[in-house]
């Protein structure tokens, strides 16, 4: 009997690549919210977007209700198993931020919170340590990280709740007029980003206030302490408005390191984000990095300055347009009172320190209200062009205008400058005419030619007349100036750069 050879096959053994160690975020992830996400969610995804946007990526946002299909960052409370499973996990608080393979051979990144204020931390710690310029979009393929409430203990021995946070009380520029975005405001946002990150309430105090009753000080911007006149150099300023850095000394105190209140406030945010790296307890810290904050200079006359307020540092338009910004951007004021744009009247903005200097800051946004003082009847009596119907003071405005825009594209080509037409004039009808005529028209024309943004802040202040109330008819009273500062955010915050 012949039987016939039974061929076992030969199995080649199928040898598995080495996992990746990183996750680089393009073009193929989709981010994806609830079908109901609430506002907090959706605005974490306009976060990333934009964060994603500063190294020329466009993320798609989709709703859960669509198949999950490749990469994906998931946002909150999705319907993916991914996101539930995040969640349960967080039943105590907190949030977390982490990375697995998903059920399409993809990898999801999950921003998981049990509320808005952890959904808020879990967005700028993603932002600030893995999405800023410097991080290039690159994660740890092994990602896990949770956050919850908790003691946070520094160099084994000092609890957080301990500290006190002390801010530079006159800031680091000597010139009030520039540095608009005030520390103790900051240092306050802070303290309110520390509460939501570990549930203690730290007082917040100025560095000329006695701190020998503080065990531990956290210092806010450049303060008058020996630690921060370590930390704050000449090397250290050049590096510019975004830059920050922070330090934790043999002291226990801590250094949040910044050359405005933005940056300052961005090492606070950096300062808690290595927290969380650290599971609540850090032994040392010193680092640095640079946020992508939007600077903006905010160019004009007394309006723009804050005149007829008790406190023009406090009360004007900039100060109240950061506040809604947020701190993504930082504003600076540069406002001149009784000058105008022609550079040929005096006194002329064109010819000012404010006209080089704001230039030499290399904003990313420029936005211009020049215009009010040229087209004052009773000002120009000794003007050689004093007569609007002269073509020759038309020209001059046009050409001072052109000159200005020259002279930031030339500083920075990619600037974003934006006019503003000259508000509503409500003490002299005949001051109005002229703008309306003279000095609003010939805006918009120098902004057309330019190819610059224009938004109609003359329209908005008739509307809305009553924040005169108070003023001087053409300036505003105090608080009045927020007022004037939800007209340039309503009109701006579409258009200006994210």
């Known amino acids: 009997m012949?039987?016939?050879?039974?061929?076992?096959?030969?199995?080649?053994?199928?040898?598995?690549g080495p996992k990746p160690t990183t996750v680089t975020i393009d073009t193929s992830f989709k981010i994806v919210y609830s079908a109901s996400a609430s506002s907090a969610e959706k605005a974490a995804a306009d976060r990333i977007v934009t964060a994603m946007s500063h190294f020329g990526i466009t993320l798609s946002v989709q709703k859960d209700s669509t198949p999950q299909t490749g990469n994906e960052i998931l946002i909150g409370n999705t319907s993916r198993a991914q996101s539930q499973s995040a969640l349960q996990a967080l039943s105590a608080g907190g949030y977390s931020l982490s990375i697995s393979e998903n059920e399409t051979n993809g990898v999801s990144l999950i921003l998981a919170a049990i509320d808005e204020d952890g959904l808020e931390l879990a967005t700028k710690h993603l932002i600030l340590n893995y999405l800023s310029l410097d991080k290039k979009a690159t994660l740890p393929y092994t990602l896990s990280?949770?956050?919850?409430?908790?003691?946070?203990?520094?160099?084994?021995?000092?609890?957080?709740s301990d500290y006190a946070i002390v801010y530079a009380k006159e800031g680091i520029m000597s010139d009030v007029n520039i540095q608009s975005a005030k520390y103790a405001e900051a240092a306050r946002d802070f303290a309110t980003l520390v509460e939501k990150f570990t549930g203690h309430t730290l007082t917040v105090v100025p560095?000329?206030?006695?701190?020998?009753?503080?065990?531990?000080?956290?210092?806010?911007?450049n303060t008058s302490s020996l630690e921060d006149n370590i930390v704050y150099s000449g090397a250290f300023f050049k590096k510019g408005a975004k830059a920050y850095s922070v330090r934790m000394f043999d002291n226990g105190n801590i250094s949040l390191a910044g050359n405005n209140p933005v940056s300052a406030y961005a090492a606070g945010e950096a300062f808690l984000s290595a927290i969380t790296e650290n599971n609540n307890s850090l032994t040392e810290l010193n680092l640095s990095g640079q946020k992508d904050i939007i600077h903006v200079a905010c160019l004009g006359d007394s309006i723009t300055f804050g005149t007829g307020s008790a406190d023009p540092s406090m009360h004007c338009y900039p100060v109240y347009f950061q506040r809604m910004l947020g701190y993504d951007y930082y504003v600076e004021k540069y406002g001149l009172p009784s000058h105008s744009l022609i550079e040929t009247d005096q006194p002329s903005y064109l010819k000012h320190d404010y006209f080089k200097k704001s230039a030499e800051a290399n904003p990313d946004v420029v936005i211009v209200m020049l215009g009010t003082n040229d087209t004052r009847p009773s000002r120009w009596a000794d003007s050689a062009y004093k007569i609007w119907t002269d073509p020759a003071r038309t020209?001059?405005?046009?050409?001072?205008?052109?000159?200005?825009?020259?002279?930031?594209?030339?500083?920075n080509p990619d600037v974003q400058i934006i006019f503003a037409t000259c508000p509503f004039v409500q003490q002299a009808g005949d001051w109005t005419n002229n703008l309306v005529k003279y000095g609003n028209p010939l805006i918009k024309q120098i902004a057309s030619t330019n190819n610059c943004s224009v938004i109609d802040i003359f329209t908005y202040t008739k509307k809305n007349i009553h924040m005169f109330a108070g003023g001087d008819g053409l300036h505003l009273k105090d608080e009045k100036y927020e007022e004037l500062a939800k007209g340039f955010y309503e009109l701006t915050k579409d258009i200006i750069k994210k």
Not at 207 to 221: E, P, R, V
């Open 2 to 16: 012949s039987t016939t050879p039974v061929t076992t096959p030969v199995t080649t053994p199928v040898t598995e």
């Open 395 to 411: 020209q001059a405005f046009l050409d001072s205008g052109n000159k200005l825009v020259e002279n930031y594209r030339k500083a």
């Open 207 to 221: 560095d000329t206030a006695d701190l020998s009753k503080y065990q531990h000080l956290i210092l806010f911007g």
């Open 145 to 160: 990280i949770t956050h919850t409430k908790a003691n946070v203990t520094l160099q084994e021995k000092y609890q957080l």
